[in-house]
């Protein structure tokens, strides 16, 4: 106790034990605080005006630090700001690159969550969006505006399973010096990793494949750290400009990491989507099974989809790693260790046919979420896509009948079995009226 064994007992309470040994654990501690104590005015005046060290978890922490430098590794990229989720990810992003009066060119196959964002919440602040078919170079091409500032795509459609190709969008916005922002949650940096096909930013809903037990909420930022500010610093004024202070440019002080640099700086701290260090920690627990998980995922997908398209209450499936995908030399091309785990399958049924499976099947969880452990369905149309007209649904690859599964890392032959007698039962069912509603989650 030394210093502090004759105060009182509520001093002890707040005190003793706060200076424990020094040890060297093997896993990543979490850091579970708010702040940080300095030694002395000088170590606050240099984290103040360098951002050297640590000062308060909205700012940074080791153990979100920890979990930053891994991603940033497995992506390829240049560093990685972790976020409170997957949609604060694409929030700090786009905001970091985009503000009143900006034009953003994004495809049209996107969650609906950022959809809802882009024509919701950015169009109120000015920011405004062209959406374009995912596959059309030309209309990617002639979208873009003096006012551009990104493209916006997804590495894997929800739900036709198309493949950006993302080294040839990346190709049209540097022509113009904007960057191809990717979600690549689908794919994980462990079948795909956007950068090294020319995309400049990466995000990631952690939630999904990296923390992988559907445990907690996350979401990352990748910066590739090749910011050319003579190509690039028309476009972004905000990057390559003196301070409002008249300070040195973001391009000045951090050179080709300056995107990243205001991302971490300037956008998350500020709109304060701060991940808890304990979510950090579990996201990290999880990205060290990462491959092996998307690995089972997606070689139980691919035996799930070949199994599918067999029978014959099944009118399509959309997989990319099926021969009858019409992406799927693409997606060899770019998806070498796998097709992922996520795709749709749309029954000859209909409404009922699917209301039936999701209200019948045993081991497959009923639930909105992806990329976990356990093998998952949703009903697409009265959920994810509820908000779009029917002709948008169908153009995205839902139909009344189509239903969602991410698959995963169970054995093959019990997901057969469930999925088996919740097919079979699919006949009886419809002759017998069964007119219970699909809860909408």
Known sequence: MGAQEDTGFSTRQVHVGSSAAPASPRATPIYLTAGFTFSDLDESAAHFSTGSGFGYTRTGNPTVQAVEERLASLEGGDQAILVSSGQAAVTVALLGLAGAGDHLVVSEHIYEGTRGLLLDNLARLGIETTFVDTDDLDAWRAAITPRTKALFAETLSNARNHVL??????????????????DSTFTTPYLLRPIEHGAAVVVHSASKFLAGQGAV??????????????ASGHVFPHLVGADRLGGASYAEKHGPRARG????????????????????????????????????????????????EGRPEVERVDYVGLPSHPHHELGRRYLTRGSGSVFTVTLRGGLEAARHVVQSVRLITHMTHLGDVRSLVLHPQSTSHA????????RAGVFPGTIRLSIGIEDIDDILADLAQALDGIVSATRAGDVREVVVL
């Open 217 to 230: 909420l996350g979401g990352v930022i990748v910066d590739d750290g090749r910011f050319d500010a003579a």
């Open 387 to 394: 908000g779009r007209t029917v002709a948008e649904r169908e």
């Open 165 to 182: 190709d993302v080294a040839a969008v990346a190709a049209v916005g540097a022509e113009h010096g904007i960057p191809l922002v990717v």
């Open 261 to 308: 640099a205001y991302f971490r700086e300037s956008v998350a701290p500020r709109f304060g989507p701060s991940p808890s260090p304990l979510n950090a920690f579990l996201i990290g627990q999880g990205v060290e099974t990462l491959s092996l998980r998307v690995e089972r995922q997606s070689a139980n997908a691919l035996a799930v989809a070949r199994w599918l």
